[in-house]
């Protein structure tokens, strides 16, 4: 019979060699599985490393156990086997996690067209793949600290002390819990995705990230806006993707009241037709004010995307300068200045007669007036100044 020690390298030896005989059966069928798709492959790339680790461990322990079963130093060493355990199952459970979610956003692309639904699904495997390793991280922690006995000992008394420890922890991390629960509650109501363009303190980009914490802006000139999950629970801000993409734009001129707006109208078509930015959905051309000696034209395109929106309000608004610089100068503004003689009056000059001012009006001076009046005083009789 041999002796321990040269037993127990036997023994290890062959749940080693069993260890590697499995996985060699299971990276096998895997890369058959790998000829007609593509997941194994991500599978063998998250999971192979811990899961070789979780079987040494385990031949490792099985070899201790078998051949030393009453040593006196044998719960030390099962202690320090039961923690390398549950660090790799947790690395597996990590790796797991991460190959799942990976699939999930794989079936999902966000760099096409109408992507709203991935763009939801996106965001929220993303905070679930969060959530998850956090809670296999903590759950791996605890397990580590139960395999000590004085924390055993020390877990009624922190179980009967928990009520009063989680109100502090409470108070104390209050602004924490707050932003993990405006998070969840973004991403689960589905108001705010990654991808989604949104104006917000006056600012203009696109949601770049989204944790249980903060929101990441990528702005349109490159700048990063950080701001705390709590802002969009308590803030109102423009979401420019929350059904879709398409956008409509206003362009606003302000000219003379000689232009004609019938030819500026058909430029608009001809210059509509000729560029790829626009969609072809709305394209209306009226005027919105004539006050102040200037009339002013409101132009209403629309495009794809709040990107090429922008871009095609630029080349209308040029085009349309341009257009009234060489075809309608005439239209372009201008401020008349009267010079009159300061001694002599024109109204008298003219021979105009002075009219006295009357008391009539819209509400009052007639019969009708004083009737009109009466809808507005919760239909009581207005009596006129001469019958009081």
């Not at 201790?64 to 202690?79: D, K, L, N, T």
Request: glycine share 6%; hydrophobic share 50%; proline share 5%.
């Amino acid at each position: 019979m041999l002796e321990p020690w040269p037993a127990f390298i036997v023994a290890l030896l062959v749940c080693v060699l069993g260890a590697v005989l499995l996985t060699a059966v299971l990276a096998l069928s895997m890369r058959l599985i790998a000829r007609r798709r593509t997941w194994p492959r991500e599978l063998i790339t998250h999971a192979r490393t811990p899961f070789r680790m979780m079987l040494i461990v385990l031949a490792t322990w099985i070899a201790v156990v078998a051949r030393f079963p009453e040593r006196e130093w044998m719960p030390g060493i099962s202690q320090g086997l039961s923690i390398a355990a549950i660090v790799v199952a947790a690395w597996l459970l990590g790796g797991l996690v991460m190959f799942v979610t990976a699939q999930a956003l794989g079936r999902y692309r966000i760099d096409i067209p109408d992507n709203r639904v991935a763009r939801r699904i996106r965001t929220q495997t993303l905070i679930l793949r969060r959530l998850a390793i956090a809670g296999i991280v903590v759950i791996a922690l605890g397990a580590v600290l139960l395999t000590f006995p004085a924390v055993r000992a020390v877990g009624a008394s922190l179980l009967a002390s928990a009520g009063i420890l989680s109100v502090v922890a409470g108070l104390a991390a209050q602004s924490v819990l707050a932003n993990m629960f405006a998070g969840l509650q973004l991403v689960f109501s589905d108001a705010l995705r990654v991808d989604d363009v949104i104006v917000v303190e006056g600012e203009w980009g696109k949601v770049g990230e989204i944790t249980l914490s903060y929101v990441v802006l990528d702005l349109w000139d490159d700048r990063r806006l950080v701001l705390p999950c709590t802002y969009f629970t308590t803030n109102p801000f423009q979401n420019w993707t929350r059904q879709g993409s398409e956008l409509l734009g206003s362009v606003e001129l302000d000219v003379d009241w000689r232009v004609s707006t019938t030819r500026m109208r058909a430029h608009l078509d001809t210059v509509l037709a000729q560029t790829p930015l626009w969609d072809g959905r709305a394209s209306v051309l009226q005027v919105t004010e004539a006050t102040g000696g200037l009339i002013r034209v409101r132009i209403l395109v629309t495009a794809r995307d709040a990107p090429t929106l922008f871009d095609l309000r630029c080349v209308v608004r040029e085009a349309m300068v341009l257009w009234v610089q060489e075809h309608n100068p005439r239209a372009l503004p201008v401020q008349r200045v009267m010079m009159t003689d300061d001694v002599e009056d024109p109204v008298r000059a003219a021979g105009s007669e002075q009219v006295a001012p009357t008391d009539a009006g819209l509400f009052s001076g007639s019969e009708k007036a004083e009737e009109r009046a009466a809808h507005f005083t919760q239909s009581m009789p207005v009596i006129p100044p001469r019958e009081r």
